[in-house]
Each structure stands twice: as structure tokens, then as C-alpha cells.
């Protein structure tokens, strides 16, 4: 049996594949390789090199022609991928054209290949991260509306408290996720810009072609050409990374409250059902919530990769020592883990699976205690806030200790029964007649999220 390299038992649950692909050995060579190709048409573009010499070093960028194992072990003596990639790329070119090889490389250092090379994946993860974005919010938008009026128990410090709606419960889960794309098209500009800077950052060795160099390579990468070049000012992927942290944060609270939503003694929703998804190794009965662990997961451990690119950013003068190295590997993992909480989550959203009678049921299970509130606010009203809350909490103890209904202790009370009706008192102890403002949350949401869309 022919085994694949490296720990992959995890990826197909913990990182969605496309994303895997951006990351993998053969898209990082390709990206820094992108980068030298497009190095030579704009130094040929301005004349600084013969334009012959652009088709033999373009022919040469090509990642598969590059034994990724070989790279590695020479990144072990040189210290970063770029000097043993742009050797092999040279001695790749002179075996063809010996005159091309000596313009390969003109003018950058290791950081502006690896950089850019870096900048051209995060364009890629970018689409990536909002086409799923995206869709997880068309689903969560299609089910807040679904569910706009289904009451469900609202729960503060795990405790029953006052009726929600189960679409007010998905449209907080939407909000959250149009702020992400909101954030992430907001961070594009400053993102995704060309690193060009040569040795020191002055691009001295270009002399007075520099700056027509510098634009005509933003132009070839379809990039912006930044105010300068940042070889140690990192503020640009800790910002990106910074609102994948956020999205993570947001999904996993989307996966904690179906988690909780799920448990037993809950049963209310339900994360939608495959052959062979959530068993148990022991037990036949068990459902378990296999995705909300992804996004619950994913949001315990990219924090942590957040703080690290953090805390690389006071990076010594022109260029970095170690600081950036803790950069490498640590970005690309942030997005990873992000792809699949992502993959989950939609998943999830798009096949919900939701239980309105148990949500019911559920609501009576404190006996109409939760709707204490709803009547002590119109008895307010009548005989003062401090009588109605001192009345009304008698009244609940005593539901409590007698093991009956609040209406029907609310009914034997003859202070109560003066003030309000059995019909006013039927009223008001209805879940589906205090839910406030829970249809308008999720209109404005849901308007919020189109308004993105388009």
C-alpha cells in the first residue's frame, strides 16, 4: 500500500480541500515562481532586460518541473525557500538558454518572491473564504425567514429565560457573518499589494527604472502597488489574519448553540443527518454533532495562531530575524482551519434540521414561568412595578413548591384576577404572543445580507 507523506489522517475534516490546495508544496513553489515570471515581462516591459530572455524564464516557472523534496532540505541551510528555488529555477533556464539565466531574479531579494508569492495565495484563499461566506448566508438568511415566528425557549447563562424565535436565533448567526464580508472587502486594498524592494527596500539596484518596474509588476500580478515596500511591517496579514479569527470566533458560536441545541435534553435542532455521520464506536443511539465540533474547534485553536502573528509584527529594521520565519507556516494553517469551519458550517446551515413541537414542549417546561415577565409588565401598570414584581414572584415560588402551572397559581390569586381577565391572563402566558421585536431583527438582517449581495 503506497502511503502519502506528512499528517493527513485530520484534513479532510478539520480544512477544506481547495484551501489545502492553495497551501500545499506545489501552490507556494508556483506562487513565488508566478512571481519571478511576471519579474521578467515588466523588466522587460521597461527595457531593462532583452525580451528573448522573458519566454525561456517563464517556461521555466512552471512548479512541477522542481523536486519539492530537495527545496525542503535546501531550505534547511539557507534559511528560506526563495534562494534555493531561484538556484534551481537559474540552472532550469541555462540548461535551455544560458543568456536568460542571467536576468533571472534582477533586482528583488528572497522576502519580495516569498511575499508576493504569499499575497498571490491569499488572493486565491480570499475568493475562497467569501464564495463560502456567501453561501453559508443565502442559507442562513432562506432559514431565518423560515423559522421568523417559531418560538423557541431563550436561554441567558443556560437557564430558560424569555421567549425567542428560532429565526431571530439564525438571523444573529447571519449578522455575524455579513460583518465578515463587510471586514474582508474593507481589508482587500490594504492586503492584496505588491512586495517589491530589493536588498534594503530602496530598490537601489534597479536605479532609475525602480519605479517603472515596481508598477509594470503590480500591473503583470494584477496587484496594487503599495506607498512602499513592507518587508518588516506586518499590520497587513495580522489584519487578515485578525478577521479570520473573528469569522472562526463566529462560527464556533454558530457551532456551540446547535451543539446545545442538539443535547438530549434539548432535541430542538438538529445538525442534518448522513449515513455513518456522528455514531458512536460503542453506542448505536448516538447523534453527535460532528460539524458544530469542527467550528467549536477551529475557533479554540486559531486564536492562538492569531496571537503568534501578533506578536512576529515589532520586526527588526529592513528585514526580520525569525519573527517573519513564525509567519510561514502559521498564516496558511489560519486559513486552512477557517475553509473547513466554513465547509461545516454551510453544511450545517443548509440542512438544518429543526423540531418545532420539542421547542414547544420545551417552552412549557418551567410552567409558564417564563412568561413571569409579560405579566408582571402589564400589572405593572396597574397596581406599580413593586407590588406587580413582588406579586408576580410570589406567585412563581409558589407555582414551583405546588408543582402547577403559573397561570393557574395567577388564577387563584384574587389580587391578580382583579386587575386582569382569564382571557388577558391566557393571553399573556402565550410563548407566541411575546416575542417583541424577533420578526424585525431577522427583516433587518436578512435585508442587510441582500443588500451586501448585491
Given amino acids: ?10 484534513d479532510a475534516y478539520f480544512t477544506a480541500r481547495d484551501m489545502r490546495e492553495v497551501f500545499c508544496d506545489q501552490g507556494r513553489v508556483q506562487a513565488m515562481l508566478d512571481f519571478e515570471a511576471a519579474l521578467a515581462r515588466a523588466e522587460a516591459r521597461v527595457g531593462l532586460i532583452p525580451s528573448s530572455a522573458v519566454a525561456p524564464i517563464a517556461a521555466a516557472c512552471a512548479a512541477d518541473l522542481y523536486d519539492f523534496a530537495a527545496l525542503g532540505e535546501a531550505i534547511a541551510t539557507a534559511g528560506n ?28 531579494t528572497s522576502q519580495d518572491v516569498m511575499d508576493s508569492g504569499l499575497v498571490l495565495q491569499l488572493r486565491q484563499a480570499l475568493a475562497l473564504i467569501e464564495s463560502e461566506l456567501a453561501q453559508l448566508a443565502d442559507s442562513l438568511a432562506a432559514q431565518a425567514q423560515r423559522f421568523a415566528t417559531t418560538p423557541l425557549a431563550g436561554r441567558t447563562w443556560l437557564q430558560h429565560a424569555t421567549p425567542v424565535t428560532l429565526g431571530m436565533k439564525i438571523a444573529g448567526w447571519l449578522g455575524a457573518v455579513t460583518r465578515s464580508r463587510q471586514r474582508l472587502q474593507e481589508l482587500k486594498p490594504r492586503l492584496l ?5 530589493g536588498a ?6 534597479l536605479g532609475e527604472d525602480a519605479l517603472p518596474i515596481a508598477q509594470a509588476l503590480a500591473a503583470e500580478l494584477q496587484l496594487t502597488l503599495p506607498e512602499q515596500p513592507w518587508h518588516t511591517q506586518r499590520d497587513r496579514i495580522v489584519e ?23 443535547q438530549t435534553e434539548a432535541a430542538e435542532v438538529f445538525e442534518p443527518a448522513a449515513p455513518g455521520k456522528g455514531g458512536s464506536s460503542t453506542m448505536p443511539h448516538k447523534r453527535n454533532p460532528v460539524g458544530a465540533a469542527v467550528l467549536i474547534g477551529a475557533a479554540t485553536r486559531v486564536p492562538g495562531l492569531v496571537s503568534t502573528l501578533f506578536s ?23 486559513c486552512c482551519l477557517v475553509s473547513g469551519s466554513l465547509q461545516q458550517a454551510r453544511l450545517l446551515a443548509e440542512g438544518l434540521e429543526v423540531d418545532a413541537a420539542r421547542m414547544a414542549r420545551n417552552l412549557e417546561l418551567t410552567q409558564g414561568l417564563v412568561l413571569a415577565e409579560a405579566v408582571s409588565i402589564v400589572l405593572a401598570q396597574r397596581v406599580g412595578r413593586d407590588t406587580a414584581h413582588h406579586l408576580l414572584e410570589q406567585c412563581c415560588k409558589r407555582a414551583v413548591a405546588e408543582q402547577r402551572h403559573l397561570r393557574a397559581v395567577l388564577g387563584d390569586e384574587p389580587q391578580v384576577t382583579a386587575e386582569l381577565s382569564a382571557a388577558e391572563l391566557d393571553d399573556l402566558l402565550n410563548p407566541a404572543h411575546y416575542l417583541g421585536q424577533a420578526h424585525v431583527w431577522v427583516e433587518r438582517a436578512v435585508a442587510e445580507h441582500n443588500a451586501l449581495t448585491v
Fill in 193 to 197: 499589494v505588491l512586495q517589491f524592494g
Fill in 240 to 262: 487578515f489574519a485578525a478577521v479570520l479569527g473573528s469569522i472562526a470566533g463566529s462560527l464556533g458560536k454558530f457551532g456551540r448553540d446547535i451543539s446545545l441545541l442538539m
Fill in 312 to 334: 512576529a509584527m515589532p520586526q527588526e529594521h529592513e528585514r526580520s530575524l525569525g519573527l517573519w520565519h513564525a509567519e510561514w507556516e502559521t498564516l496558511p494553517e489560519i
Fill in 81 to 108: 525557500s526563495a534562494i534555493p528555488l531561484v538556484k534551481a529555477l537559474g540552472k532550469q533556464i541555462a540548461a535551455t538558454d544560458a543568456e536568460a539565466e542571467r536576468y533571472v531574479h534582477l533586482g528583488a
Fill in 200 to 205: 534594503s527596500g530602496t530598490l537601489a539596484a
Fill in 1 to 10: 500500500m503506497t502511503q502519502r507523506p506528512g499528517n493527513q489522517l485530520f
